[in-house]
């Protein structure tokens, strides 16, 4: 019978110290990074370092946060399992921003994966202890954020950034936020520019603050263009919205002749469906009626819509420096950061389409 060997401990500052032959009090500084303030000789501080190389010792984190109040560990929790499966997930994006400014700044990521109650649902808070204190601060992300504990995180003085725009009643939470309401008033404007005066707006139905913001840039930029709005549920034309079958029958008969000649539709999931609607009686798209998506359309799109683009990445970079921020100064209120999103020109937008005038009583035959 052969037995496994037990694996060896891991190094400790104390062998860091019997190698170097210096005290491990001078180990803890330089790994601190207190040398100029215990005045350390360069020397030495040379050979505590070879002797860390030469034994593989890696700080305890746990020990550094008790000694400094910090260990240069970085949280990442998300309220839904939004970790990619494929490159295309939405989230994928996000993550490697994150990743990528994380390691430029010499911090860890920790990834909360296992916070799930028997519900299904992921909560920082679990038999009232905040399983994120192992870190220093935290990036949240995810749609289904939970506002209690939103709210509970931002009593307790706990440091994190939230992407995503996020109102929690009596709270202020710290953000980086696509700015989903400017890019919606530019495709606006596009369309206005290019002569629409007529416009519907498909929802998607979601009570998101993403989704609100978009709402917010197109009634803005209508009123500000002096545009008429002909969304579905409009007076005279049934259907608040859509649902899995579309837009209301009054609605599409108003773009079959011509009351709307531009749609903006919230999401793909809604354009998709509307093109296949308008083809089934003969409408092109932009031939006859452009349409515009507010979000973000993959490059093996089958169409190529116009549509905003989120910087995914940057916003992840950002939420990390913003969260290293509030670190480097706690107590200082921080504002949310606004990213600004790319409006991206695809093949659904053109000039309305020219209408026959009616003929004057003297040209008529």
Known sequence: MTTTPRRARAPRQSDVARLAGVSQSAVSRVIGGDTD????????????????????????PTARKLRTG??????????????????????????L???????EIDHDLVLFTS?????????????GVNRLNVADGAVLLGVAADRAELARLEADGYPFVHIGRRE??????????PDYES????????????????????????DEESYADRRRGYE???????????????????????????????????????????????????ANPLAERLGARGLAIPRDVSVAVLEGVGPDAAVRWDCLQIPRREVGRLAIDTLVGMLDQPGEPVADVLVE?????GETVAAPPARPSAPTKGNAG
């Open 37 to 60: 303030a215990a005045r350390i000789p360069e020397a030495t501080v040379r050979r505590i370092q070879e002797a860390i190389k030469e034994l593989g010792y890696v700080p305890n």
């Open 183 to 206: 890019a919606a008033a530019a495709i606006v404007d596009r369309l206005a520019d290019l002569g629409h005066e007529r416009i519907g707006y498909l929802r998607a139905g979601i």
């Open 341 to 345: 999103c790319v409006v991206v020109e």
């Open 97 to 103: 921003g994150i990743e990528e400014r994380a390691e």
């Open 70 to 95: 910090r260990n240069r560990l970085l949280g990442v929790h998300t309220f839904e399992a939004v970790f990619p499966r494929a490159r295309e997930d939405f989230y994928f994006e996000f993550l």
């Open 115 to 127: 916070t799930g109650g028997s519900d299904g649902r992921r909560r920082v808070y679990r038999d």
């Open 220 to 270: 803005s930029a209508v009123a500000r263009r002096g545009l008429r709005d002909v969304s579905p549920g409009s007076p005279g034309l049934e259907g608040a919205g859509l649902d899995t079958a579309g837009p209301g029958t009054a609605w599409l008969d108003a773009v079959a002749d011509g009351r709307v000649t531009a749609v903006v539709a919230d999401a793909e999931w809604l």
């Open 168 to 177: 929690v009643p009596g709270t202020r939470i710290t953000c980086v936020v």
